[in-house]
C-alpha cells in the first residue's frame, strides 16, 4: 500500500493542522506557508490525487466543495475578492497529491499567475 499523503495524515489527525472548517465530505485548514494573508487548503476527505483522477461520480463533492469555499471566504472577511486555485501535477506546481484547493485573499492578486 502507497504511503500516506500529509493531508490524509491532517484528515486521520494524525499531524496537527490549524483547522478552519471540517464536516463529513471535506476540511479545511491553513496552509503551513501562506503566500497571502489568507491562505487556506480545502480538501476532500476522500482520497483523489489530483483534478485529473475526478470521477464523474464526484461531481456532487465537488459542488459542496465550492459552496464551502465561498462560505469560508464569507466567514473569513474576504468580501473584497479572492482567488481561488487547483494546481494540477508537475506542470502545474502541485505538490501534494492529494487534491485541494487554495483559497487566497488579504491583498490585491496580480494576474498572470506565475
Ligand atoms: P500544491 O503546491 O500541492 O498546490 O500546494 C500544497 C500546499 O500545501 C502548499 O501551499 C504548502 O505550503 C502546503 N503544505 C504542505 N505541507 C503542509 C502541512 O504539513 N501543513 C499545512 N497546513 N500545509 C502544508
Known amino acids: 500500500m502507497s504511503e500516506k499523503t500529509i493531508f490524509k ?3 486521520d489527525h494524525e499531524i496537527p493542522a490549524d483547522i478552519v472548517y471540517e464536516d ?3 476540511l479545511a485548514f491553513k496552509d503551513i506557508a501562506p503566500k497571502a494573508p489568507t491562505h487556506v487548503l480545502i480538501i476532500p476527505k476522500k482520497e ?3 483534478v485529473d483522477d475526478l470521477a464523474d461520480e464526484d461531481a456532487a463533492l465537488i ?3 465550492w459552496i464551502v469555499i ?3 471566504a464569507r466567514d473569513l472577511g474576504l468580501e473584497e475578492g479572492y482567488r481561488v486555485i487547483v494546481n494540477c ?3 502545474g506546481g502541485q505538490e501534494v497529491p ?3 484547493y487554495h483559497l487566497l485573499g488579504g491583498r490585491k492578486m496580480t494576474w ?3
Do not use: S, V, W
Open 98 to 100: 492529494h487534491l485541494h
Open 63 to 65: 459542488g459542496h466543495m
Open 70 to 72: 465561498r462560505n469560508l
Open 112 to 114: 498572470p499567475p506565475g
Open 89 to 91: 501535477k508537475e506542470a
Open 9 to 11: 495524515r491532517i484528515i
Open 48 to 50: 483523489i490525487a489530483t
Open 24 to 26: 463529513d465530505q471535506c
